[in-house]
């Protein structure tokens, strides 16, 4: 076979080569273009395990109060229902990030994120927390002790084989959240700092 045409075959054979490497590549890039963006849960690292058609069912959450100092008050909410305490109780420290939708002070800064949590058979509840909790805290006895108990009370309140509380910062036992509170030991629920009657709830649809 002469030359030319053993090199005008090859030259063909390149170039059918590369335009079918560039169909494929091509078609690769329109699937990611189309592939739908799957649900996030921005305050969790790892979004709870429930089921989006799993009954609602409704929480009561605390927040510091914007009148009363020292106080927090009841906000409720609608959480997703699992067999799994664990997985209900991730959706109340998310809310609790997420803010007071009544004009509350925060319970946590809106910075925060669950790194995990996980409740033992004793009634412990881990809530593991990442290290904005504290760079963002403003700081104070005060709302240190707001910050601890809305979560713990909101999770006692909330979930039955829930008992005590412990709070850790990237994974590890902190000495305080923000300089005053000793988080080395769990915490049980106290109402002490929490307003009485009717102006403690309000209705809010899911």
């Known amino acids: 076979m002469p ?19 560039y169909y494929y590549d091509l078609q690769k890039r329109i699937q990611e273009l ?40 009841g906000e409720e909410r609608y959480i997703r229902t699992s067999e799994l305490p664990s997985e209900e109780a991730k959706q109340i420290v998310a809310e609790l990030i997420s803010g007071s939708r009544e004009r509350r002070l925060p319970a ?5 994120r669950l790194r995990e949590l996980f409740v033992t058979s004793e009634g412990l509840a881990v809530v593991d927390l990442t290290q904005e909790v504290s760079l963002h805290h403003p ?20 979930v039955s084989k829930i008992d005590q509380v412990q709070i850790l910062i990237e994974g590890a036992e902190a000495e305080t959240l923000a ?27 899911p």
Do not use: C
């Open 108 to 112: 946590l800064p809106s910075e925060t």
């Open 3 to 21: 030359r030319h045409i053993v090199f005008g075959l090859v030259f063909l054979a390149l170039i059918s080569l590369v335009g079918v490497s």
């Open 34 to 73: 189309v592939q739908p963006v799957p649900e996030s849960a921005p305050y969790l690292a790892v979004p709870p395990g429930v089921s989006p058609s799993a009954p609602l069912r409704k929480v009561k959450l605390f927040f510091p109060s914007s009148r009363q100092d020292k106080l927090l008050e």
């Open 139 to 158: 700081g104070g006895l005060t709302m240190e002790l707001a910050s601890i108990y809305a979560v713990v009370n909101s999770l006692t309140q909330n």
């Open 179 to 205: 300089g005053h509170v000793d988080l080395s030991r769990p915490f049980s629920e106290d109402l002490s700092m929490t307003v009485t009657g009717g102006a403690t709830t309000s209705s809010v649809s």
